[in-house]
C-alpha cells in the first residue's frame, strides 16, 4: 500500500516538472527584447512552437492534438495569414506522406510487408549477409509497389 502511493506521488512529481518545463522554457522567450531583428511576431512563433514541440516530446497528449493546435494558434494571435500558415498543403509533397503511409499501414495490416520479407530471406538464403541483403530487397521490392 504505502509502495503504491508513493509510486503515485513520484509519478505525480515527474509531471509537474515536465508540466513547468513545458510551460518555463517558452515563457522565457518573453525575457529576449524584442529588436528590429527579434520582433514580437517571431517572439510569438518561438513560444507556440516550442511549447508544442515540448506537449509532443513529454508526451502529454495524442501528437494529432499539438498538430492541429498549431496552425490555429499561428491563426489565432495573428503571426501570419492564413495563406502562409496553410500554404505547405497546397504541394504535393504532405499529401503524398499521409498516402505512403496510408498504404504502408495497409501493407503492414493485410501481411503483406511480412510475407515479401519471408519470400526474400526464402530465396536469398540465411545468416547474416543474406538476411542483410533480404532486407535490401524487400524494402525495393515495396518501394516500386
Known amino acids: 500500500m504505502e509502495v503504491s502511493i508513493r509510486k503515485k506521488t513520484q509519478i505525480n512529481t515527474v509531471l509537474v516538472i515536465k508540466w513547468l518545463l513545458t510551460v518555463i522554457i517558452p ?3 518573453l525575457l529576449i ?38 496552425p490555429l494558434a ?26 505512403v503511409f496510408t498504404i504502408a499501414n495497409t ?7 511480412e510475407r515479401i520479407a519471408y519470400w526474400c530471406v526464402v530465396k536469398i538464403g540465411g545468416g547474416f549477409k543474406g538476411l542483410a541483403i533480404s532486407v535490401l530487397a524487400a524494402g525495393l521490392i515495396l518501394s516500386l509497389v
Not at 495563406?83 to 506522406?97: G, I, R
Not at 501493407?107 to 510487408?113: N, Q
Open 33 to 70: 527584447p524584442s529588436s528590429e531583428i527579434f520582433t514580437d511576431r517571431m517572439r510569438l512563433f518561438l513560444i507556440i512552437t516550442i511549447f508544442s514541440i515540448m506537449i509532443i516530446a513529454f508526451e502529454f497528449m495524442n501528437v494529432m492534438i499539438p498538430s492541429i493546435f498549431l
Open 107 to 113: 501493407f503492414e495490416r493485410i501481411g503483406l510487408i
Open 74 to 99: 499561428y491563426l489565432l494571435f495573428n503571426v501570419a495569414p492564413s495563406e502562409v500558415v496553410y500554404s505547405a498543403w497546397s504541394n504535393a509533397l504532405p499529401w503524398m506522406f499521409i498516402a
Open 27 to 29: 515563457a522565457s522567450f
